[in-house]
């Protein structure tokens, strides 16, 4: 029975030719389908990233990218226009996963095939290069890929569109707990703003729980190099607090911080990152002191299910700084970050400050931050 439904399929798809089989295959069983030999067979032993795209991808996502009319694809998700260069915030990765897995490895629609198993690895290695190559500024947009795992304190080059909520506790001496809400917001290829909002709770000694608003802070950022191939990106920008706490309170400086800064991020062979940022905390106030410091983050990911699934990201911060005419003080940050959304847009980490230096004022403090990448979609979507 199997044979003979089989059999006039195969022929079918040989003489009709591969966008018919594609679209005819995937139409007939529900969704993912993974797509069989006919496409690899129909290709050229050797092949182009476009060859493979114009014979498998092309029904749905069109010859010049943009995505198929959808009174063509028969079904009503609208496809993604690959010219338009924001995809190139999406990783590598990801899309490797989608192309071999099909669209529901990342919550994406169900009509997205597998293709693992038509096509080889390198295969989908060339037709995502050749997705890249729909945006015509590739040069200008920094990928997704140089876009390395959040730490708590050293800030990345890659301009992101996320909101984060961070939080953390003092474990002794007076007991406080720090709340930021921080928007950031990307602008054209390479820029990006961002707003900080601290919400502090504090309790010294045995007095009543003092809580408000601390110093807010504005920041700009640009991504001034990067390079997709090497895998180097560095940015450069200046931050500005201002005194909106109750410094009487303890919320706040009292005085306006001015900082320029600078970050770099390098991908390191099997998934892995180091990534730095600098800068000086200039106070407004001639009084109080100003401060230099350096922030390393360096971690790896793994991805569970075959490397397709939920992602892993252990890293360890080392932090300096330098408070002027003043010794140095060291900590260090071990911390996890883990996917918790299928599309992977929103994060969970957590992770410990542990002081190295100065340890009798300063403390231990445990830390954690939600992250969502709203850009991706709502916080709620692509969870299954
Ligand atoms: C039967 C139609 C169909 C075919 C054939 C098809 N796709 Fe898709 N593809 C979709 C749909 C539907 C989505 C989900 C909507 C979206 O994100 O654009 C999708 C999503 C994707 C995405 C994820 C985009 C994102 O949102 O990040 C990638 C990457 C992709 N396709 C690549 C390919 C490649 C490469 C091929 C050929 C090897 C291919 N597709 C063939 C329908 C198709």
Redesign the pocket.
């Known amino acids: 029975m199997q044979s003979v439904l089989q059999r006039p399929t195969v022929l079918l798809c040989a003489a009709v030719g591969l966008y018919l089989c ?2 005819g295959s ?1 139409s007939l069983v529900a969704s993912p389908q993974a797509v069989q030999a006919p496409v690899r067979n129909a290709l050229p032993a050797v092949r182009t990233g476009a060859q ?2 114009d014979a ?2 092309a ?3 069109a010859r010049d990218g943009r ?1 198929a009319p959808q009174s063509l ?1 028969g ?1 009503e ?4 226009d690959f010219t338009d260069c924001t ?1 190139s915030a ?1 990783p590598t990765p ?2 490797y996963a ?2 071999h897995e099909g ?1 529901p490895v ?1 919550a ?2 169900r ?3 597998a ?1 693992g198993e038509a ?1 080889t690895s390198e295969d ?1 290695d060339k ?2 290069d050749h ?1 890249r190559s729909f945006c015509a500024e590739q040069d200008r947009w920094p990928l997704g890929d140089l876009n390395f795992p959040r730490a708590f304190f050293t800030e990345k080059a890659f301009p992101e569109n996320e909101s984060v909520l961070e939080t953390n506790v003092s474990t002794q001496g007076d007991h406080a707990i720090g709340n930021e809400l921080v928007y950031e917001r990307r602008f054209g290829a390479r820029n990006q703003i961002e707003i900080k909002v601290p919400i502090d709770l504090q309790q010294q000694g045995d007095q009543p729980w003092v809580k408000g608003i601390g110093d807010v802070a504005f920041a700009f950022k640009r991504a001034f190099y990067a390079n997709n191939g090497s895998g180097t990106i560095a940015a450069a920008g200046a931050e500005l607090i201002l005194p909106t706490g109750n410094a009487d309170k303890g919320l706040g400086n009292g005085h306006t911080v001015f900082e320029p800064f600078a970050m770099w991020g390098q991908a390191l062979p099997r998934d892995s990152y180091i990534q730095m940022h600098g800068g000086i905390e200039i106070p407004s106030d001639s009084a109080a002191t100003k401060e230099a410091f350096l922030r390393t983050a360096i971690g790896t990911t793994f991805a569970q299910d075959r490397g397709f699934g939920r992602a892993w990201s252990p890293q360890v911060e080392v932090l300096w700084a330098r408070p002027f005419g003043e010794p140095s003080e060291w900590d260090v940050v071990p911390q996890i970050q883990v996917s918790l959304s299928k599309l992977q847009h929103v994060l969970i980490a957590g992770g410990v400050r542990v002081p190295l230096t100065q340890r009798d004022e300063r403390h231990a403090q445990a830390l954690v931050y939600v992250l969502w990448d709203w850009f991706d979609g709502g916080f709620f979507s692509f969870w299954k």
């Open positions: 594609v679209l995937v493979i795209y498998a991808c029904t749905c996502h995505g694809l079904f998700t609208e496809v993604r995809v999406e990801d899309w989608v192309v669209g990342r994406l629609d009509h997205m095939p293709f096509l989908i037709v995502v997705l």
